[in-house]
T-cell receptor, first 112, second 115 residues
């Protein structure tokens, strides 16, 4: 079954600290993996998209990694800011059915 | 450039009543998606359109849900009759549909509460 699992479910960190969010997937055949940021009351916003051949991709203070062999991805946030408080959703696209499989997200709270 | 527009932003109805949501995608985007998002969960696809054709509606509960995108631009999602379990956020998204890595742009969603 195509699934995307994220950990931790929730996380609280102090402003200025770094954190890493994890994503494991069983989606096959794999097309690409995306990380989205969703602020409360808003729709998700794309942070990164990585294909099979990409190991890492950055977007400002956000750096995503992908290990297609172990089917794992991580999102690293550097020097966190209060505005980073949001849910971060890992999404994997399935080549065969052109479907996006969404994880349940990690809820991050950056505390002053 | 305007993003994906959805209306209304909030809707409260009593069970068994009908409700409709409207979405206007980003100009030029051929692919339009409707998602349902429950609290603390990721979005779940209800239906995907390529222009005016519904190419994936396998997860749409067709006994009570219907959708249309008559001219291949804006779209309406309807629920009739609504049930308590339909309370959720309904998200619309669009993409160019030209590559496998094209970005989906989401609207702000409509939060539905069924009493």
């Amino acid at each position: 079954k195509n699934q995307v699992e994220q950990s931790p479910q929730s996380l609280i960190i102090l402003e200025g600290k770094n954190c890493t969010l994890q994503c494991n997937y069983t989606v096959s055949p794999f097309s690409n993996l995306r990380w989205y940021k969703q602020d409360t009351g808003r729709g998700p916003v794309s942070l990164t998209i990585m294909t099979f051949s990409e190991n890492t991709k950055s977007n400002g203070r956000y750096t995503a990694t992908l290990d297609a062999d172990t089917k794992q991805s991580s999102l690293h946030i550097t020097a966190s800011q209060l505005s980073d408080s949001a849910s971060y959703i890992c999404v994997v696209k399935n080549t065969g059915f052109q479907k996006l499989v969404f994880g349940t997200g990690t809820r991050l709270l950056v505390s002053p | 450039e305007a993003g994906v527009v959805q209306s209304p932003r909030y809707k409260i109805i009593e069970k068994k009543q009908p409700v409709a949501f409207w979405c206007n995608p980003i100009s030029g985007h051929n692919t339009l998606y409707w998602y349902l998002q429950n609290l603390g969960q990721g979005p779940e696809l209800l239906i995907r359109y390529e222009n005016e054709e519904a190419v994936d509606d396998s997860q749409l509960p067709k006994d009570r849900f219907s959708a249309e995108r008559l001219k291949g631009v804006d779209s309406t999602l309807k629920i009739q009759p609504a049930e308590l379990g339909d309370s959720a956020v309904y998200l619309c998204a669009s993409s160019s549909g030209q590559t496998s890595t094209d970005t989906q742009y989401f609207g702000p969603g409509t939060r539905l509460t069924v009493l």
